[in-house]
């Protein structure tokens, strides 16, 4: 449904070009849970904001982002903002800001169901007390005519997951939905994705650097890596047999409770940082962190590679750790 | 093989030369500083530049037009204009810069007490400002005239009291913030007095942002000044003022209408020139620009 | 809100009673024997044992105070020294003040608020210079200079338009004609600021996540702009107003003065060259009052957009 062959984003800075994201491919099938797990500044946020053109004016897109078989990046602007909030819609990291403080929350759920759907304004208003029940937020009539300050964070959160399903879309896009609340809340929302998943049959695009979080709700991940895909599978698949050091890395890096027997382990870290994204290097990425790396992986870039049924890796040395 | 070596530049000399770089590459700015030293060395210069004393009269002749004698010519009493507007560069320079001085010397301790004590202090404080506000500079200067006569003192009070409450709200949102960062109870921890941060930690932090704010309200102070000398409240003869000038200039806007547009310009130059490069001053200064 | 109503309101209360001290004192500290300022410089000795005895000069100041203000209360600021009636001069031309103030403002603000818009939303282009610097003049050029040149340029040389002088509302067509020069000229100021400010204030809210939320729900570029970062922006911006009200006041008795109309501001320029100190008494009293008011009025405009406010 959702095809992204050969994205590349690149930033016009005053220190120079930025080139956040490097010949990404996605795909995404209905009703799928897709995780887009990475660091901060990998590329990930941009790379998904890219699908509607959310880009700030500095970013040039190049590549294709096929939606039911159109190329959203060369579709006129009108038509385009048929798709935004309609078919692909966002929920964004930080609910605070994310709504705007002047209009109450009953006119901000509204707004979509007048544009989109044609609803008149009472329509809209019963339609929305609909979805704030559905996104499970406690006195929905009186939520209608409140401001978003009045609101708690998960609140919040959830009123920006009832807009972004109000016109029932083909695909959702959460970009790191819970990173900004706080732990319980956190689960609540989860919840609510998955429920979204099952009830409406909605895909998910879910960007997270948590690997916790993708392990309990999607189907398939994908890592990032300074811009790149490093590796894609399904989501058993992965964490039962990691290929990408990196994605090794990760995982050691996830703090485990102590299960009694023996020595605790040490959280193993990737040492050395995230490299500069002014250059597009001739090798791989991770080359200078990785324990595997050798003349091979500095000089050339590697490929994504099946090397296990549906599971896929950009390494010359793929292999457990 | 050779070696080169770079002498580590200590931080306020690179900080300089990064401010020095930002700021030639705004030649608008670099402009206006050029303008404002240039009025600034004319009315410190007065007496030497000046063709003529601002008092000399020629009473043959009067509302003459722009000639070699007298380059931009002479008004009904016979005065010389070029002259006067180098007179009156001083006057007008004097009140802006003496103004500005005057209010950030009150506002900005008062400024502080009020964000760093907040509280009572703090609503105290913010009432008298409020009091002053309710005072239009031209309001302030008609009621100091009736108590204490026009003159160039009143007009330069009544501008730095109106300038005042503007000083108080930059030193006080500036204390307010910076007494929540870290090194304050840190310093409190190691024994500092209220008086030690306040003066030793938080002031000199607040200098280019106080820079900043006295650049751009000198060009208010001496716009205020040609207001209260053009009502007769400021600047009064022999001495002159570009106010002075243009409110001499208003009985005769059919004769010679050239009398209100020499000493107009050179206002708004000067102005323009200190607007323009305190803009300029208060872009580089700040942390988030890039260039 | 209501308790933010109420304690704006006590807080102008307190300033007003504290400037109406200030200037009790400022007309007692006028060189002299207070009852030749209060009566209107008149030396014989009859009329000075009036005033002294109506204005209680001999009991302690907070008596006099009080009385003083009771006086006001009840409208009587005094007589000036054409021996008419400080608070009805005042009166009869606060209308023609007040025409001048708010279609200068009217002008500035339709002029002011659309241009920083533009300029904020084609950020560096052509429109935002030329906003800009359009802006840095009309903040470098004092309003007064600018009224000259306007009565030289329309009034003398061009004859379209009347030097100076006031027409009542008997006549709209005439008194527009008059006006219009004069609410122009107090205009440009105010303008400039609300350009830079609505500029600045604009490119804070559209560079806001909500916005972005804004188009991500496929909202017409229009709707993003006016709709919600407009609305952002103007709550910004009413508290700017605010401050220029005393500059707007002082602009007032310039322009007046500049163009001879007879109002409240041009009373002022007045009452300092007679030197009546009942009537500079009486106008900086009602200033000062006007002042406080019309920030009042602001702050409620302000607290009823600020839903922040509205709705705690």
Redesign the interface.
Known sequence: MLEVSDLSVRFD???GPVHAVDRMSLTLAPGEVLGVVGESGCGKSVTCMSFVRLLPETAHVTGRVLFEGRDLLTLSARELRRIRGREISYVFQEPMSSLNPVFTVGRQVGEVLQRHLGLSRAAARSRTIELLRLVRIPAAERRLDEYPHQLSGGMRQRVMIAIAIACDPKVLVADEPTTALDVTIQAGILDLMRDIRERLGTAIVLITHNLGVVADVADRVVVMYAGRKAEEAPVPELFAHPQHPYTIGLLGAVPRPYEGEGTRERLQEIPGRVPSLHELPQACAFADRCPRADEVTRSQIPQLREVRPSHFVACFHPGPG | MNVIVVAELDPRTRRRRLLRKRFLRRPVAVAGLVVVLFFVVVAIFAPWVAPHSSAFTDFNHTLAKPGSRYLLGTDELGHDELSRIIWGARSSMLVGVLATLLAMVIAVPIGMVAGYYRGWTDTVI???T??L???????LA??L???LG?SLLNATLAIGI?SIPGFIRIARGETLARREEDYVPAAIANGATDRTIIFRHILPNMTSTLLVQATLTI?QAI?GE??LS????GVQPPQTSWGVM?QD??SY??QA?RL??FP?IA??LV??AF??FG?GLRDILDPRT?? | MGGFLIRRTG?AL???V??SV??FL?VR???GDPAIALGAENRDPAVLAAVRHKYLLDRPLPVQYAHWIWLALHGDLGTDQRDLPVAHTIVSRIPISLELAILSMLIATLVGIPAGVIAAVRRGKLQDHAVTGVA??G????H??LG??A??WFA?DLHWLP?GGYVGWAHPLSNLEHMIMPACVLAAGFAAVLMRQMRSSMLDSLGADYIRTARAKGLSEWSVICRHALRNSLITVTTVMG?QL??L??GV??TE??FQIAGFGEL??E???Q?D?TL?QG??LV??TG??VA?LLVDIAYSLLNPRIRAS
Do not use: E, K, M
């Not at chain 3, 903040?139 to 004092?142: D, N």
């Open positions: 800075t005053d220190d | 913010a009432r008298a409020d009091v506000l309710s005072f239009p500079f031209v309001i008609v009621g005239a009736a108590i026009p109106g060009p716009i040609a207001v053009f009502l007769g409240l243009l200039a208003q806007t059919s209408p209100a547009v107009g206002l708004v102005v323009l607007n323009v803009d890039t260039r | 807080a307190v300033v007003l504290v400037s200030l200037v400022g500290a006028i060189p840095l003049l903040l470098s050029v004092p007064f200079w000259l040149l009565i030289i003398v030097a401050l005393g500059l006041i002082s008795v310039v003065t500049v002022t320029f009452s300092v060259n030197r100190y500079i106008v900086v200033a000062a002042y406080i920030n």
